[in-house]
Protein backbone atom coordinates (compact mmCIF):
# COMPACT_ATOMS: atom_id res chain seq x y z
CA UNK A 1 0.00 0.00 0.00
CA UNK A 2 1.35 3.52 -0.78
CA UNK A 3 2.35 5.69 2.08
CA UNK A 4 -0.11 8.65 2.92
CA UNK A 5 2.04 11.44 2.53
CA UNK A 6 0.42 15.04 3.65
CA UNK A 7 -0.99 17.11 0.76
CA UNK A 8 1.81 20.13 1.42
CA UNK A 9 4.37 17.80 0.86
CA UNK A 10 3.21 16.53 -2.43
CA UNK A 11 3.87 18.57 -6.28
CA UNK A 12 0.87 20.65 -7.39
CA UNK A 13 -1.49 19.44 -9.42
CA UNK A 14 -0.15 20.71 -12.92
CA UNK A 15 3.29 19.92 -12.35
CA UNK A 16 1.94 16.32 -11.76
CA UNK A 17 0.51 16.42 -14.77
CA UNK A 18 3.49 17.96 -16.89
CA UNK A 19 5.60 15.48 -15.25
CA UNK A 20 3.23 12.65 -16.80
CA UNK A 21 2.69 14.19 -19.56
CA UNK A 22 6.32 14.71 -20.64
CA UNK A 23 7.11 10.79 -19.84
CA UNK A 24 4.23 9.70 -21.98
CA UNK A 25 5.63 12.12 -24.74
CA UNK A 26 9.19 10.77 -24.30
CA UNK A 27 7.93 7.12 -24.74
CA UNK A 28 6.53 7.90 -27.50
CA UNK A 29 8.98 9.82 -29.33
CA UNK A 30 11.98 7.55 -28.12
CA UNK A 31 9.35 4.84 -30.05
CA UNK A 32 8.93 6.88 -33.39
CA UNK A 33 12.96 7.71 -33.22
CA UNK A 34 13.58 3.91 -33.00
CA UNK A 35 11.12 3.24 -36.29
CA UNK A 36 12.26 6.04 -38.39
CA UNK A 37 15.45 3.91 -39.82
CA UNK A 38 13.55 0.91 -40.03
CA UNK A 39 11.59 2.91 -42.63
CA UNK A 40 11.83 3.17 -46.23
CA UNK A 41 13.93 6.26 -47.67
CA UNK A 42 11.06 8.35 -49.21
CA UNK A 43 7.38 6.52 -48.21
CA UNK A 44 5.13 7.36 -46.62
CA UNK A 45 4.90 5.57 -43.45
CA UNK A 46 8.68 7.12 -43.12
CA UNK A 47 7.29 10.75 -43.87
CA UNK A 48 4.25 10.22 -41.41
CA UNK A 49 6.85 9.35 -38.46
CA UNK A 50 8.85 11.79 -38.98
CA UNK A 51 6.41 14.33 -38.49
CA UNK A 52 5.30 12.35 -35.62
CA UNK A 53 8.49 12.17 -33.74
CA UNK A 54 9.41 15.86 -35.00
CA UNK A 55 5.97 16.82 -33.92
CA UNK A 56 6.13 15.05 -30.13
CA UNK A 57 9.79 16.47 -29.72
CA UNK A 58 8.24 20.16 -30.20
CA UNK A 59 5.20 19.20 -28.08
CA UNK A 60 8.18 18.32 -25.07
CA UNK A 61 9.96 21.44 -25.75
CA UNK A 62 7.30 23.34 -25.01
CA UNK A 63 6.10 21.36 -22.24
CA UNK A 64 9.63 21.41 -20.69
CA UNK A 65 9.67 25.14 -20.83
CA UNK A 66 6.69 25.54 -19.45
CA UNK A 67 7.35 23.20 -16.78
CA UNK A 68 10.99 24.97 -15.97
CA UNK A 69 8.90 28.07 -15.67
CA UNK A 70 6.14 26.55 -14.07
CA UNK A 71 8.57 25.43 -11.39
CA UNK A 72 10.55 28.13 -11.05
CA UNK A 73 6.85 29.63 -9.86
CA UNK A 74 6.26 26.86 -7.79
CA UNK A 75 8.93 25.45 -5.83
CA UNK A 76 8.75 21.73 -5.19
CA UNK A 77 8.47 21.01 -1.84
CA UNK A 78 10.97 20.02 -0.03
CA UNK A 79 12.95 16.04 0.06
CA UNK A 80 12.44 14.32 3.66
CA UNK A 81 15.26 15.08 5.87
CA UNK A 82 16.37 11.48 5.93
CA UNK A 83 17.80 11.86 2.78
CA UNK A 84 21.80 12.25 2.99
CA UNK A 85 22.68 15.91 1.75
CA UNK A 86 24.50 13.47 -1.20
CA UNK A 87 21.03 12.01 -2.16
CA UNK A 88 19.76 16.08 -2.14
CA UNK A 89 22.10 16.86 -4.26
CA UNK A 90 22.48 14.07 -7.25
CA UNK A 91 18.33 14.24 -6.96
CA UNK A 92 18.39 18.08 -7.71
CA UNK A 93 21.14 17.53 -10.14
CA UNK A 94 19.83 14.97 -12.27
CA UNK A 95 16.60 17.18 -12.10
CA UNK A 96 18.44 19.97 -13.88
CA UNK A 97 19.75 17.54 -16.09
CA UNK A 98 16.73 16.01 -17.41
CA UNK A 99 15.60 19.82 -18.03
CA UNK A 100 18.44 20.48 -19.49
CA UNK A 101 18.72 17.40 -21.83
CA UNK A 102 15.35 17.53 -22.81
CA UNK A 103 15.24 21.10 -24.02
CA UNK A 104 18.94 20.33 -25.83
CA UNK A 105 17.36 17.52 -27.39
CA UNK A 106 14.49 19.20 -29.12
CA UNK A 107 16.45 22.41 -30.24
CA UNK A 108 19.28 19.64 -31.78
CA UNK A 109 16.39 17.92 -33.66
CA UNK A 110 14.79 20.97 -34.76
CA UNK A 111 18.45 22.44 -35.92
CA UNK A 112 19.04 19.26 -37.73
CA UNK A 113 15.71 19.46 -39.48
CA UNK A 114 16.06 23.45 -40.41
CA UNK A 115 19.75 23.26 -41.23
CA UNK A 116 18.67 20.59 -43.50
CA UNK A 117 16.41 22.93 -45.52
CA UNK A 118 13.34 21.55 -44.35
CA UNK A 119 10.44 22.88 -42.76
CA UNK A 120 8.59 20.95 -39.69
CA UNK A 121 4.66 19.55 -40.06
CA UNK A 122 3.41 20.30 -36.78
CA UNK A 123 1.08 17.42 -36.95
CA UNK A 124 0.57 18.12 -40.71
CA UNK A 125 -1.43 20.91 -39.98
CA UNK A 126 0.72 23.55 -39.73
CA UNK A 127 4.35 24.23 -41.65
CA UNK A 128 7.31 25.87 -39.45
CA UNK A 129 9.49 27.19 -41.73
CA UNK A 130 13.41 26.91 -41.13
CA UNK A 131 14.38 30.05 -39.11
CA UNK A 132 18.46 29.32 -39.54
CA UNK A 133 20.32 29.20 -43.47
CA UNK A 134 20.80 25.82 -44.86
CA UNK A 135 24.05 24.71 -43.39
CA UNK A 136 24.72 20.50 -44.34
CA UNK A 137 28.05 20.60 -42.13
CA UNK A 138 25.63 21.97 -38.99
CA UNK A 139 22.64 19.50 -40.00
CA UNK A 140 24.71 16.96 -39.56
CA UNK A 141 26.58 18.25 -36.09
CA UNK A 142 22.89 18.83 -34.86
CA UNK A 143 21.79 15.38 -35.82
CA UNK A 144 24.86 13.62 -34.22
CA UNK A 145 24.16 15.70 -30.97
CA UNK A 146 20.50 14.24 -31.24
CA UNK A 147 21.47 11.09 -31.22
CA UNK A 148 23.98 11.35 -29.14
CA UNK A 149 21.55 12.72 -26.56
CA UNK A 150 19.69 10.27 -26.40
CA UNK A 151 21.98 8.70 -24.33
CA UNK A 152 21.86 11.12 -21.99
CA UNK A 153 18.45 10.60 -21.81
CA UNK A 154 18.27 7.00 -21.48
CA UNK A 155 20.97 7.39 -18.50
CA UNK A 156 19.31 9.96 -16.49
CA UNK A 157 15.55 8.74 -17.03
CA UNK A 158 17.43 4.87 -15.46
CA UNK A 159 18.68 7.03 -13.11
CA UNK A 160 14.90 8.90 -11.78
CA UNK A 161 13.03 5.69 -11.93
CA UNK A 162 15.77 3.81 -10.00
CA UNK A 163 15.57 6.15 -7.57
CA UNK A 164 11.63 6.46 -7.45
CA UNK A 165 11.30 2.38 -7.42
CA UNK A 166 14.13 2.75 -4.61
CA UNK A 167 11.91 5.36 -2.78
CA UNK A 168 8.48 3.25 -3.06
CA UNK A 169 9.22 -0.16 -2.24
CA UNK A 170 12.17 -0.19 0.08
CA UNK A 171 12.49 3.27 1.28
CA UNK A 172 8.80 3.79 1.30
CA UNK A 173 9.18 7.03 2.89
CA UNK A 174 6.36 9.05 0.55
CA UNK A 175 8.79 10.60 -2.14
CA UNK A 176 7.86 8.56 -4.81
CA UNK A 177 3.84 9.39 -3.76
CA UNK A 178 4.69 13.33 -4.45
CA UNK A 179 4.45 12.85 -7.87
CA UNK A 180 1.42 10.81 -8.17
CA UNK A 181 -2.19 12.16 -9.20
CA UNK A 182 -3.71 13.35 -6.07
CA UNK A 183 -6.43 10.63 -4.53
CA UNK A 184 -9.90 12.01 -4.35
CA UNK A 185 -11.93 11.93 -1.00
CA UNK A 186 -9.51 11.64 1.51
Request: charged share 10%.
Amino acid sequence: MLARIPSAARFDNVAVAMHWLVALLAIAVVVLGWLIPEAPRGSAWREWLLILHRSLGLVILLAMLFRAVWRFNHPPPHLPASLARVEVVVAHLTHFLLYAVFVAMALAGYVNTAAAGHSISLFGIVGIPPLIPEDQRLAQWAFAAHLAGQFAIYALVAMHVAAALLHLLIRRDGVFERMLPARRGG
